[in-house]
């Protein structure tokens, strides 16, 4: 067999025999914690039936070497969950070290309901961003960015974040996949601070020349991403900016905070910020324990909640197809790609007399975005001057919920909401605002849905593409507008601004108030669907009838007469680009094999995680069999048989694997080749790292098993 480094996680080596259907061995290289072990058994033994029971079996070969027999009664060793039991014995979360969860080991009610300690619980909402978690990696990253007038204390900054770190369960929770995904809180974790030097972004070669340092930062933090296996996904950057003149002049500093939204929205970052600055005064050090209530108790509340009449809310939302972008011509494309970002403002003055005057019609500012939203669609659309339906989606901060304490969690509540509304040219401006605001106040009861949940009871396909926008209007935040919270330490900051990420929608528009009381409007749009100067001029729109609507629009002005004045130019035309729908299982060469017949080793990459590791295992494989990359397999496993198919046609075998986290997909697809008929492959799962530290070991550990296993 392999030899393993016995300090590091083990590997997993899942046997299917066709001669024994009802048995399936794990062999198990490196070390074997028995209580581990038990309690891994005992959480996958929680989750089968109850008429179908097991009799594990281990034999001990060594001190590095065990196999793990277990032999299945009734429904055959296809219905034992064989690799998502290789992940929960090889994952970081089972080994012990500083950053593993509280889970790790046995704990005492694992015997009674095979439930691992600190687990935090996963809304409907988490779970939908996490099923995108391997398809679109950026798509849930979102940015606050501020500037920092006067001294800034390196080792003080940090020590203050390292006490929200400890003080805040949210910073030091990950995912786990076992096999679905869920919450876990870790022991510890480390806040990441990084400061760069004045100039330091003009060259780094990662984003557009034309982009300021600061942008270029923000950028570069966003395409970095996140591990969803990893605590803390929460980073924070300094940017120093150009030097003063003068002796003892100190230059501002640009901070970006950058965040995953699965555990963490806008609001919950402007919560931590107050704390940070509660930290930063108090030299680095915050008192008290723990924050509750936290996501813990808001899991709980969700969970006791009765979905019946918000299912007859949403069915009952308008089932007319709504009226969407007009479509460009088949074959056309924008020739760009990434994502589009534009921004205006309206000034003081403006932003007032639009409140007064959405006042005196009963309604907030939000809704005269959401109705001037409304009409630019019917206008961009192919409706004419027919009635028609439009719809959107609407962010709810999740908060107006009946649960003690809601506005003090640091949790990911924030949730995109469909809203449908019928525009009529020829009904006035005010009807609509009122529609919109009536149905937006009867969407408060249900801040808790999740948009799949809401989706579905609308009676709309799984497969639907989502909305063709998203509006969100973040409220006031009056703790930020407060007088300087470090003034005392003669430093002034400036008020946050959120910079949305990538939504699923082709275009978002998001509105907040600055800190001089201006409204800033800013669109995020997805280039290869959206042309840049469209989507401009449609902004460009907004605001104007923003600023225009308070002037000249009286009670009986038409819809039709706000929209006559709005130009061609401001109507985009709706690509169908790349990436409009989850990609296909797709196979890539990473190496050729070295002599003929000497088998295959295929990796496929854990949910959630950021791949890092292929040009080391690549370079340390020490196999003479190829070696290949399976993207997004857990997109579609039953695909993955066919995508795998000039692998399996050389005849020679194959071996699929990859760190821990992988082995429920990858069972998952020996299965399905299993009842194809063929012959099913080995599945290797490596041991996770315990830490960063240890990466590179377990990067090893799993080249040596797959070279080793390859062509067996």
């Not at 400061?195 to 557009?208: I, T």
């Not at 403002?345 to 975005?369: D, K, Q």
């Not at 959107?392 to 995109?416: K, N, Q, Y």
């Not at 070696?627 to 050389?650: G, H, I, M, N, R």
Request: charged share 20%; net charge negative; with cysteine.
């Amino acid at each position: 067999m392999v030899s393993t480094d016995r300090t590091a996680a083990p590997s997993v080596i899942v046997v299917l025999d066709a001669r024994h259907p009802n048995q399936v061995a794990l062999d198990v290289l490196g070390p074997l914690d028995e209580g581990v072990l038990e309690t891994a058994l005992d959480r996958v033994a929680t989750a089968r039936p109850r008429s179908s029971p097991v009799a594990p079996r281990t034999l001990r070969h060594g001190p590095g070497h065990h196999t793990l027999r277990v032999v299945v009664e009734g429904e055959g060793a296809a219905s034992y969950p064989a690799g998502w039991l290789a992940d929960l014995i090889t994952g970081a979360a089972c080994v012990g070290g500083g950053s593993s969860p509280w889970f790790g080991g046995k704990t005492a009610s694992s015997r009674a309901g095979g439930v691992f300690a600190r687990d935090l619980g996963t809304t409907p909402s988490q779970r939908e961003m996490l099923s995108h978690a391997t398809v679109h990696p950026g798509r849930h990253v979102e940015q606050l960015t501020w500037r920092w007038h006067g001294p800034l204390d390196a080792a003080r900054f940090a020590a203050a974040w390292q006490s929200v770190f400890d003080r805040e369960t949210v910073l030091r929770a990950a995912f786990a996949w076992d096999p679905r995904p869920r919450s876990v809180l870790f022991g510890h974790a480390r806040p990441v601070v990084e400061r760069h030097a004045y100039g330091s972004m003009a060259g780094d070669g990662r984003s557009p020349a034309h982009l300021t340092e600061l942008a270029r930062l923000m950028d570069r933090e966003r395409e970095q991403g996140f591990d969803l296996r990893r605590p803390g996904l929460l980073r924070i950057a300094l940017l120093d900016t150009e030097p003063l003149p003068g002796d003892g002049a100190v230059a501002p500093t640009d901070v970006v905070v950058t965040y995953h939204r699965t555990l963490l929205d806008c609001w919950s970052v402007r919560l931590l910020l107050r704390e940070f600055y509660h930290a930063y005064l108090a030299d680095g050090s915050l008192p008290g324990g723990e924050r509750r209530p936290d996501l813990r108790d808001y899991t709980r509340w969700l969970a006791g909640q009765e979905p019946a009449a918000a299912r007859e809310f949403w069915a009952g939302d308008p089932h007319d197809v709504p009226a969407g972008l007009v479509r460009a011509a088949a074959g056309s494309a924008t020739g760009r790609s990434g994502t589009g970002r534009h921004r205006i403002r309206l000034s003081p003055e403006e932003t007032g007399r639009l409140t007064g005057w959405a006042a005196r019609r009963g309604v907030t500012e939000s809704s005269a975005l959401h109705a001037v939203w409304a009409m630019l669609l019917h206008r961009a659309s192919d409706a004419g001057a027919g009635s028609a339906v439009v719809r959107f989606d609407v962010v709810v901060s999740g908060r107006g919920v009946p649960l003690d304490g809601v506005e003090r969690i640091p949790a990911p509540l924030a949730t995109a909401l469909p809203l449908s509304v019928e525009v009529d040219p020829a009904g006035s401006v005010g009807a609509l605002l009122r529609s919109l605001r009536d149905r937006a106040l009867d969407m408060t009861a249900y801040e808790w849905v999740s948009p799949g949940q809401a989706e579905e009871w609308r009676g709309r396909p799984p497969d639907a593409e989502p909305a063709e926008s998203v509006v969100a209007f973040e409220p006031w935040d009056h703790a930020s507008a407060a007088p300087d919270p470090l003034a005392g330490l003669g430093v002034r900051v400036e008020h946050p601004e959120l910079a949305a990420g990538r939504t699923a929608s082709p275009v978002g528009i998001a509105a907040h108030h600055d800190r001089e009381g201006g409204l800033v409007l800013s669109t995020v749009h997805d280039r290869a669907r959206l042309a840049d100067e469209p989507v401009a001029a449609l902004l460009e729109e907004t605001g104007r009838l923003l600023r225009e609507l308070p002037l000249l629009a009286g009670e009986s002005t038409t819809v039709a007469e706000v929209l006559a004045d709005v130009p061609d130019a401001a109507v985009p035309r709706l690509h169908d680009g790349p990436g409009t729908r989850a990609p296909r299982p797709t196979l890539v060469p990473l190496r050729e094999a070295a002599a003929p017949g000497s088998g295959s080793a295929c990796l496929i990459s854990p949910p959630g995680a950021v791949d890092t590791s292929r040009t080391r295992l690549v370079r340390q494989y020490p196999g003479a069999g190829s070696l290949a990359l399976l993207e997004y397999a857990a997109v579609d496993t039953k695909a993955c048989v066919t995508t795998l198919q000039p692998l399996l046609d050389s005849g020679t075998g194959l071996v699929l694997g990859g760190l821990s986290g992988t082995g429920a997909i990858a069972h998952e697809i020996a299965l399905e080749m299993a009842a194809a008929g063929l012959r099913p492959p080995l599945v290797v799962v490596g041991g996770s790292p315990a830490s960063a530290e240890d990466a590179d070991d377990a990067v090893d550990a799993l080249a040596r098993t797959l070279g080793a296993m390859t062509g067996r």
